[in-house]
């Protein structure tokens, strides 16, 4: 079997053989700056360890994993843009260094290269592949819908956040591990139980994204913490608060995310954990992605190979969920 870090050299070295033309410089080189940019690269690499599991010349997945790694970029591009978002991974967003026209074509012309790289997939039903990579398309815009539907609400739910995580983040996840499956062949039953072990991975690593706003060390996290309280944004902590409180508690709670004063962002940030605190939230989130954790390995028990066989993708869902970055 194949190790994570291996995994990762393929990855690099696949996008460093992506081939762009020359010219429009200015449509090809923020793709190539974006993909260039340090990342966990998570997704690619469920594809190549899953198709792993029953092949071993992995990079007949190589093409899909890029597929995936690319559309992920894709999305991320588009996000900076809507968030107006001025750093990704330590350095400037593609519209900050060059402006949003390029980040939205150069954007779209990702999203058509992650469909010519799912093309040239191996795979001997490539249309059940195509339509997995689809749905899943189609599931992340959803996600990202809701996620901007919820900026303006204040009554989001804990349900509907957990639907909106899972259709904007797990979703890919589950396709990445499905993915490499229908390439090397495996059974439906396999590749079903791979998709759910992405899912569930997926939501639990999400729920640890928003622990770790709250709760990480920002030297660490890579980011400030505390920034999804200061943009209000919906996350597991913060739509468990709201069912959890009390009148009044729930009152100060908006009130505090309704706070403005510049200057004042650490006595905010404070108001709100306090309240997180009193609540016990942390407790509570840290519950609800063990929860789906262990279904996203009682899944990848039900995989027909031996054991020793799980242990790379096990050991990689271990260290997403104690990651700390």
Known sequence: ????????????????DIYYP????????????LLDLK??????????????????????????????????????????VMDNADVRRGQPTVHKKWDENTAILSGDSML?????????????????????????????CEGQQYDM?????SDVTEEE????IRLKTAVMLGGASQSGAMIAEASEKDSQALYDFGINLGLAFQIQDDILDVY???SVFGKNIGGDILCGKKTYLLTSAMSLSDKNTRKELIDWLNYKEEGKEKIKIEAVTAIYDKLLIKEKAYSKKESFYEKALQALDEVSVPDNKKEVLRK????????NS
């Open 316 to 323: 990689l869902a271990a260290d997403l969920m104690e990651r």
């Open 161 to 164: 956040y957990l639907k909106m």
């Open 22 to 33: 020359e010219q429009p410089s200015n449509l090809y080189t923020p793709i190539s700056y």
């Open 1 to 16: 079997m194949i190790s994570f870090t291996e995994t990762l050299s393929i990855i690099k070295q696949g996008i460093q």
């Open 112 to 140: 058509i290269l992650a469909y010519q790289y799912a093309l040239k997939s191996p795979a001997k039903d490539i249309r059940a592949l195509l339509n997995l990579f689809s749905k899943t398309a189609m599931e992340i």
């Open 216 to 218: 990480g060390n920002s």
């Open 39 to 80: 990342g966990k690269k998570v997704r690619p690499a469920l594809t190549l360890l899953t198709y792993n599991l029953y092949k071993e010349n992995i990079k007949e997945a190589l093409p899909m994993a890029l597929a995936w790694e690319i559309f992920h970029n894709f999305t991320l591009m588009h996000d900076d």
């Open 149 to 153: 539907e919820f900026e303006f609400r």
